[in-house]
């Protein structure tokens, strides 16, 4: 006798339709091209860090794997209104902009030592500039270290918009091995963060420059 399937969890079946918007969605009224390293990341935990332009970024992390991704997000969102469901609903994770929220941390480290993946954006709000990112809130280089799980990098190059292509470039995964099950000092950590912002920095630059691509200010 055959045994009967599992029914796939809630969150499961949330990022399943995300997926399927993805395809449906995304690649008509929304293209964008992939650069890089994509590479399907689907077991163990993972860190997944980008810049942000718009809500809608939230594709690029989804395309790196296949299982259900905890966005770390604004806290302001879980006040009220449809926003509040839809981060209910897709396992979310609220954290304060001043980046002091212990619980967030807690329950990011949760996640990732029982296997799962969580997203960053390490701005901490959506840019409205192409020239340059905004400042970087830290946060992913401790919880790597502290559950010693690799962090991949993407970079958007510009804002999504309707029927008008961007491109995202994917980065190969960044590990703090060196700090694996030691104390480290703010210094080092700063120094840990610095090295994620330039890393997403670099990727830019060298897709602009590869392109020859000169971009203005945005205006929205």
Known sequence: MK???KKPEKLEKVFKHLHFFEKVLYRVFFPYKIHGNLTKYNDG?????????????????????????????????????????????????PANRDGTDIQAVKDSMRILKAGGVINIFPEGMRNKSYSEFLPFHGGAAALSIKTQTPI?????ITKIKPFKKTHVVYGDPIEFRQYYGKKITKEQLEKCDEILREAMWNMRLAFLERNKIKLKRSKV
Not at 67 to 81: C, D, S, T, Y
Not at 152 to 156: A, E, K, N, W, Y
């Open 45 to 93: 935990p993972l860190i997944m860090i980008g810049n942000h332009y718009s809500m809608l970024d939230v594709v690029f992390p989804i395309l790196i794997t296949d299982r259900p991704v905890h966005f770390i997000a604004k806290a302001e969102l879980w006040k009220g209104g449809l926003m509040k469901k839809f981060v209910q609903t897709c396992g979310c994770i």
């Open 3 to 5: 045994e009967k399937k």
């Open 152 to 156: 991949v990098p993407f970079v958007s």
